[in-house]
């Protein structure tokens, strides 16, 4: 395929040599001697970036011809311009996938008018849920004891990609909990953030699972940062739960239920729940391009089943993005049904929180 303007910022998962995979259902498509693009429309240093360079050497082992996989990087308007860049591409020789995130997703939900993508037209071959643990340095983290009461008369500022993306799950979450929380939009990803954080540009911020068990966690083992919560985990009834990865942290919702003021029902709660179910169960997808072959669909999904199937999957993917399933074939449509619908109530009631508390104008 042609050379694309893409940033800098590339991890090469070369071949390791080993026998290629049969191909799926006895069709497929080779890709020996080539090179497959995995583009991510977020900078090298986040949650994302992190998902796809775990991804690229496994997917470089178990395609067909052992292509070279390379994580090239996209970012631009919160992961706007990147998907719209894949929208307009069309398949070729299934050397091109994209992986979206819930920052993605937020802004096709929410009609934003800078989205050109239509996730209907791209065709998805991996799902992966996660999860996020929102954090504070040590000082304020000493306030903090399970509720959100004596942190309400603090500043707090946050670094954040926009209100529109992911990151209005988390900034929801603190309004109602009553804390005064001021975002300074504009970063490229999740990592900017953090990287804030620890500069001390920033006192309170967040991670998704794969960039706080690798960026966050060695800040709080030196004592340097101070986890407050996770957003918590669906279970099989569609309740939300603590997050497997982190069992013995307390959940927003948890939180929210000890906090003076902050309320786990009615239409607020509802709409901060609906974005979070799109956002976090339903929040990493990788996708072939529209006009994909069959033949190629297959081919890539077949791959990420082989990947699943390793004995040593689920230890080095817990360690690496968390305990989250990791879904493909029926189950990744149903998770991409799931991270690109919401309730016409969640969906009026955040368009409208958004023109008031940051002026975004959605119409």
Not at 247 to 262: I, L, N, Q, S, Y
Not at 313 to 337: C, H, N, W
């Amino acid at each position: 395929m042609s050379n694309t303007n893409l940033t800098c910022g590339v991890l090469v998962a070369a071949a390791l040599g080993v026998a290629p995979q049969a191909f799926a259902a006895g069709h497929g498509i080779d890709l020996a001697g080539k090179t497959v693009e995995f583009v991510i429309p977020f900078s090298e240093s986040g949650g994302s970036a992190k998902w796809a360079n775990f991804y690229a050497p496994l997917l470089s082992e178990a395609l067909p011809g052992n292509p070279t996989v390379v994580v090239k990087f996209m970012p631009g308007a919160g992961s706007t311009k990147g998907a719209n860049w894949f929208q307009e591409q069309e398949y070729d020789d299934g050397t091109l996938i994209f992986g979206s995130s819930g920052s993605t997703q937020f802004p096709y939900l929410l009609n934003d008018p800078r989205v050109k993508y239509e996730y209907g037209d791209w065709n998805v071959v991996l799902a992966s849920g996660t999860g996020g643990v929102a954090y504070l340095p040590p000082d304020l983290g000493d306030r903090f004891d399970g509720d959100a009461d004596d942190l309400k008369d603090v500043d707090f500022i946050y670094g954040s990609q926009g209100a529109t993306r992911l990151d209005l799950v988390p900034l929801l979450a603190w309004e109602m909990l009553g804390m005064n929380v001021e975002p300074v939009f504009g970063i490229k990803g999740r990592g900017d953030g953090r990287l804030m954080f620890e500069r001390g540009e920033a006192n309170i911020d967040y991670q998704t699972s794969s960039s706080y068990l690798k960026g966050v966690v060695p800040l709080v083992e030196e004592g340097q940062a101070v986890p407050m919560m996770s957003w918590g985990a669906l279970d099989e009834n569609g309740d939300i739960v603590r997050d497997p990865t982190f069992p013995d942290m307390p959940t927003f919702k948890e939180v929210c239920e000890a906090t003076e003021g902050c309320e786990t029902s009615g239409e607020q709660w509802e709409a901060w729940k609906a974005f979070f179910i799109a956002g976090f169960p339903a929040q990493k997808m990788v996708f072939l391009p529209k006009g994909a072959s069959d033949d190629a669909i297959a081919t890539y999904t077949d791959a990420f089943e082989t990947i699943k199937a390793r004995e040593d999957f689920t230890e080095i993917s817990a360690a690496r993005l968390g305990v989250y399933p990791q879904m493909t074939g029926d189950k990744a449509k149903a998770t991409l049904a799931q991270g690109t619908q919401v309730p016409e109530e969640a969906k009026a009631f955040v368009t409208n929180w958004l023109n008031e508390r940051y002026g975004v104008s959605l119409n």
